[in-house]
């Protein structure tokens, strides 16, 4: 049996083209989960000491993550609230989410992050209305035994799967891959949760300074750099209109 808009909803809309996207540091500029582990949770030094590790040693990504928001103790609440005042929106956003909506080009959010925090966030920066329209895939946020998420130290990551990753963004990629007759592909992403969608989509745009541009470059793999979403738009407009190929968008330029 093909693959259906239930279990492939980005079809539904019958697209040429689908962009999929990481959340934190790539459509917002801050982190989300950075910025509670740095102010809230055991600091910049010690996630960055986790991030070389993934990067370079071969630790899971799903580990070095758990041990980050264990360190976050603040009630979930209150980390929401936090949050909505301290992460800001990539200022190209907006409008590149406006033209995807117009150009029936889905928005597929492939986070590493908690789903309430997105959402919550989502709706705060760009609106109820758009925020509802985009499909998220990520990780989820739970009580710990005996307690509730919003007592101190009462909420825990609940991981998307059993990966390594935690949440593995290839799985939900490779079923579109995988039709014969399909979608253009893309993909935004900045940093280590990223790796495992980095292979997938037909462009990959990787964020400038961040780690997924250092992956790139030794594993090979092609793709372009980006400032903002203004530098997504419009390349992502130059290919779904036919000005130009993935292959030739696929620069690896800085």
Not at 15 to 40: E, V, Y
Not at 157 to 175: M, V, Y
Not at 181 to 189: C, E, L, W
């Amino acid at each position: 049996m093909s693959p259906s808009a239930h279990s492939l909803p980005a079809l539904r809309t019958k697209p040429k083209a689908i962009f999929f996207t990481d959340f934190d540091g790539t459509i917002t500029l801050q982190d989300s989960n950075d910025w509670m582990t740095d102010n809230l949770g055991f600091g910049v030094e010690l996630r960055r000491q986790g991030n070389k590790q993934v990067l370079h040693d071969g630790r899971p990504f799903r580990d070095a993550f758990q041990e980050m928001l264990d360190s976050v103790t603040r009630p979930f609440d209150q980390c929401i609230e936090l949050l909505l005042k301290n992460i800001q929106l990539d200022p190209a956003f907006k409008e590149f989410a406006s033209w995807c909506r117009a150009n029936n080009v889905p928005i597929v959010v492939l986070s590493g992050g908690m789903q309430p925090v997105i959402r919550a966030l989502l709706a705060h920066l760009l609106g109820e209305e758009e925020a509802a329209v985009m499909q998220i895939v990520s990780n989820d946020v739970k009580a710990r035994p005996g307690k509730s998420i919003n007592e101190e130290n009462g909420w825990d990551i609940e991981f998307h799967d059993d990966s390594s990753f935690g949440h593995d963004k290839s799985l939900e990629i490779r079923p579109y891959a995988a039709l014969s007759d399909r979608p253009v592909m893309f993909y935004a992403g900045d940093g280590v949760s990223d790796l495992s969608a980095a292979k997938e989509t037909d462009l990959l745009f990787a964020k400038a300074g961040r780690d997924l541009v250092t992956y790139c470059e030794v594993e090979k793999v092609p793709f372009t750099v980006f400032h903002d979403f203004s530098d997504i738009h419009k390349i992502v407009a130059d290919v779904v209109e036919g000005r130009t190929t993935v292959q030739q968008a696929a620069t690896g330029t800085k």
